[in-house]
């Protein structure tokens, strides 16, 4: 297995390619879902480093998720995206300021490639 692992969650198709393309190059291997229920079972079975978590979804909801990797004692770098109010970033790096969560990045949508391409160096 590579040791560079990227799973992300985000509702856009679109911008789960560019996420992939861009996560590829820099030599990880890449999961991508939509869907909390297989984001738990990839998370599981698939031991990512890096997770991308889109934290404003119609059917998922980011923060939560960010509270179950917590739970977890998720050791990954976590990058939270997010289009909307910064509120939910603000959330979201709670958990991290609590130590709840190791490292923790906040991106807000649109994202450049080179400042992704930043935050998964």
Do not use: C
């Not at 861009?22 to 890449?30: P, T």
């Not at 698939?46 to 997770?51: Q, Y």
Request: charged share 30%; proline share 4%.
């Amino acid at each position: 297995m590579n040791s560079k692992r990227l799973l992300a969650i985000d509702d856009e198709p679109d911008f789960m390619e560019i996420v992939r393309t861009v996560a590829e190059g820099l030599g990880y291997e890449v999961k991508i879902t939509d869907k909390a229920d297989e984001f738990a079972e990839i998370y599981e079975s698939f031991d990512p480093n890096v997770i991308v978590l889109d934290l404003v979804m119609p059917e998922v909801d980011g923060v939560e998720l960010a509270h179950w990797l917590a739970h977890e004692k998720s050791q990954a770098k976590i990058i939270f995206i997010t289009g909307h109010n910064p509120r939910y970033a603000d959330a979201a790096q709670d958990l991290a300021d609590k130590g709840d969560l190791v490292s923790v990045t906040t991106l807000s949508k649109p994202v450049s490639l080179a400042v992704l391409r930043e935050a998964l160096a």
